[in-house]
């Protein structure tokens, strides 16, 4: 069925073409805004990445130029470097160093408290012969001494150089602290105090540092909830994570270990496995004291959130577009269709032989330039077989008629034959001429076979009758010709020229006085024939010409049903059937008197 409708045909074409490139649009588009999306978040993050690393540095080189104040005033007896060599000097009573430079010690490390608002405590622990510590907290200052081999204290620090201890619970290390001194969550940078240039660490300033500051610039570049953010040491410990449970423990992740294994100092990669789907972008900040990276987790559901938001609108507009366009589609071919089916209906009637058929398409479009040439071929078509049939008729008639004006015709014409021979033996030779004559009349009248013959057949058939009219009136008939060679080439239907000349002798030459006069001219005018037939007869009165005129104006069906006789309403009838509106019979008055039949046939033949 689809391979025969054309309506179905053009449907899923119209169809096809509308929603395979919108559905391509549409998915090119997607593709397009979520890779733009991907890349500008890419940056956009990086950017953000790239400034948050900014803010943790300043803030952090903020504490490490607290912890190098322990340097200032290397040379002054009484600066905090001074009396940490005192300290970790061979042979030096721990009790009486206390009591020299506890005040000292204390001004120096509350100094250093008072800097910044996020310390939380500063510990110093001297290593000399026994281990001298310090713990300054909330304005209160306490100090302890174990010997070096002390099993319940922590080794003592042999790197020189400083680190950061991961986001933890404040302590009060080792120290007797009878003051209640609440626990915070903290970071600590560690500072070996060492003597240069031997790299001979003295003694150890550790600062907590409560992490509010950190974690709310770590916070600023979080943007929603759906971003995760770590901070990482580079042996993937966790500084920060929005989830506190997890700061201090190991990055558990399938994607962690490529990123530790990357030295890049900043980058991103797309990450699909797992329950994580999405981009990892990270920078890195990388100081004496610390090596950081700063990752940021972006899923992909949260980065396509704007795309597919835009998807979505634009699935509704394409979808409201796509109805619009399938009613449209219907509509479009069942109107398309609608005058084919009426084409192909009419073109079923016209095959069962009915050729009254109008398809009534008034379209200015190629299927209703068709549907009025379908109407015009079939008018056409049922024009020539009409025509050929009342022809067929037409002719059936006039032999019958011309049979029936005589006896026996084939006896007549073999009698002729003979007293034309007897009057030849007689010597009687104008006698043989007329039946001459009258015999050609006869034969020209009997043959059927042909009903489209030269002019010159007419006019030859014409003189014939002529002779046998000019033997009966004699003198008193004056028969004038004005033949064209190239007219008499031109062939026209069989019997109009004689029944023209007969309806002289009818109806004008008995009536008249004196010469009769008849006067006939064919000659070429442009694309037509022209034939005249004048007499200066008794003529026709106005009344009856006018009846006349409108006779021949009938239709050729009526002229046929209204003639009584082969005469002019019968050449006009078969002029009509074979040329159309192409010939012409006109009929006028003389001025005197007389009448006067003039014909236009058409040069280029019967009418298709």
């Known amino acids: 069925m689809f391979r025969t409708s054309i309506r179905k045909k053009l449907m899923a074409l119209l169809l096809a073409a509308t929603i395979i490139p919108i559905a391509t649009s549409m998915l090119v588009s997607d593709w397009y805004i979520k890779r733009s999306v991907t890349q500008k978040s890419i940056s956009e993050n990086a950017n953000l990445l790239s400034l948050g690393t900014s803010n943790i540095l300043n803030y952090t080189n903020t504490i490490n130029r607290i912890s190098l104040s322990a340097y200032n005033s290397l040379n002054t007896p009484t600066s905090l470097y001074a009396i940490i060599e005192k300290g970790a000097a061979s042979g030096i009573d721990a009790e009486q160093f206390d009591l020299d430079n506890r005040t000292h010690l204390y001004t120096h490390l509350l100094n250093m408290f008072q800097q910044t608002k996020e310390v939380h405590q500063i510990h110093l622990e001297i290593y000399g012969e026994q281990r001298i510590s310090y713990l300054l907290a909330r304005g209160l200052f306490r100090r302890d001494i174990q010997p070096q081999d002390n099993p319940t204290l922590a080794p003592a620090a042999t790197d020189p150089l400083p680190y950061v201890e991961p986001a933890h619970e404040s302590t009060n290390y080792r120290l007797d602290w009878t003051s209640y001194v609440p626990k915070r969550q903290v970071f600590t940078l560690h500072r070996p105090i060492i003597r240069t240039p031997q790299d001979e660490v003295l003694a150890r300033l550790s600062m907590d540092i409560r992490t509010d500051e950190l974690f709310a610039i770590a916070r600023q570049l979080v943007q929603s909830p759906k971003e995760s953010l770590y901070i990482l040491n580079r042996d993937g410990t966790i500084v920060y994570a929005d989830d506190a449970a997890q700061i201090g423990g190991q990055l558990e992740t399938a994607w962690s270990a490529k990123l530790l294994d990357d030295r890049s100092p900043r980058g991103h990669f797309e990450w699909k496995q797992d329950s994580f789907s999405g981009i990892i972008v990270y920078d890195s900040m990388q100081t004496q004291y610390a090596d950081w990276l700063i990752v940021k987790q972006l899923p992909y559901d949260y980065l396509y959130e704007g795309a597919q938001a835009i998807t979505k609108i634009n699935t ?290 019967v009418q298709a």
């Open 316 to 605: 509704y507009i394409v979808a409201c577009f796509l109805v619009v366009v399938i009613i449209a589609t219907l509509i479009i071919s069942f109107q398309f269709a609608k005058p084919i089916k009426r084409l192909i209906h009419s073109i079923n009637k016209v095959q069962t032989g009915n050729f009254n058929v109008d398809i009534g398409v008034q379209g200015q479009d190629e299927i209703g330039l068709l549907a009025r040439r379908f109407n015009d071929m079939v008018g056409k078509i049922n024009q020539l077989i009409n025509r050929e049939y009342k022809l067929e008729i037409a002719n059936k008639n006039n032999q019958l008629r011309a049979m029936q004006a005589q006896i026996n015709p084939h006896f007549l014409n073999n009698a002729l034959q003979s007293i034309g021979t007897l009057a030849l033996q007689h010597g009687a030779s104008k006698v043989y001429s007329l039946i001459h004559a009258l015999a050609k009349m006869m034969r020209y009248s009997m043959n059927t076979s042909e009903t489209i013959v030269p002019l010159s057949a007419e006019w030859n058939h014409a003189k014939s009758y002529l002779d046998l009219q000019q033997q009966r009136f004699g003198e008193k008939l004056n028969v004038q010709a004005a033949m064209d060679e190239a007219a008499l080439a031109v062939k026209v239907p069989k019997m109009v020229l004689q029944p023209l000349i007969e309806n002289y002798f009818k109806h004008g030459f008995d009536q008249q006085e004196g010469l009769g006069e008849l006067r006939m001219a064919a000659r070429l005018a442009g694309e037509s024939l022209v034939l005249t037939v004048e007499d200066n007869g008794a003529g026709v009165a106005p009344e009856r010409l006018q009846q006349l005129q409108k006779l021949l104006a009938l239709p050729p069906q009526v002229l046929l049903e209204e003639q009584d006789s082969i005469g002019l309403s019968n050449v006009q009838a078969r002029l009509k059937l074979y040329y159309g509106e192409l010939a012409e019979m006109k009929v006028t008055a003389g001025e005197e008197r007389g009448f006067r039949v003039e014909l236009r046939i058409p040069v280029k033949g």
